[in-house]
């Protein structure tokens, strides 16, 4: 049974800086994609960083040049380096793994508030 434990949010002044992880457990794939999305109040769940098992990684928009996507691993953990933050970064962030196989796992969510 494979298991996504996000951690880290918490509240944050505007430019301010955060770190969330994603620990995974259980017998998980090496190969597929990481990934962050976020959902804020009244809005759809929305992408906002990926990283694949090669190394490669994609943000929104949004996010670009602030936020920094990174793998490890060794611990089988995923990270979200969130610097410069603003209100409008306030939402649940949830990461994802999904498996070239077809696999598809959801952590629990972390909830990130930005003051402004």
């Known amino acids: 049974q494979v298991q996504l434990q996000a951690s880290g949010g918490g509240l944050v002044q505007t430019g301010g800086s955060l770190r969330l992880s994603c620990a995974a457990s259980?017998?998980?794939?090496?190969?597929?994609?990481w990934g962050w999305y976020r959902q804020a109040p009244g809005k759809q769940r929305e992408l906002v960083a990926v990283?694949?098992?090669?190394?490669?990684?994609n943000y929104a928009d949004p996010v670009k040049g602030r936020f920094t996507i990174s793998r490890d691993n060794a611990k089988i953990t995923m990270y979200l380096q969130m610097n410069s933050l603003k209100p409008e970064d306030t939402a649940v962030y949830y990461c994802?793994?999904?498996?070239?196989?077809?696999?598809?796992?959801w952590g629990q969510g972390t909830l990130v508030t930005v003051s402004s």
């Open positions: 994802n793994f999904r498996s070239w196989a077809g696999s598809n796992y």
């Open positions: 259980g017998s998980i794939s090496s190969n597929g994609v």
């Open positions: 990283i694949s098992s090669g190394g490669i990684s």
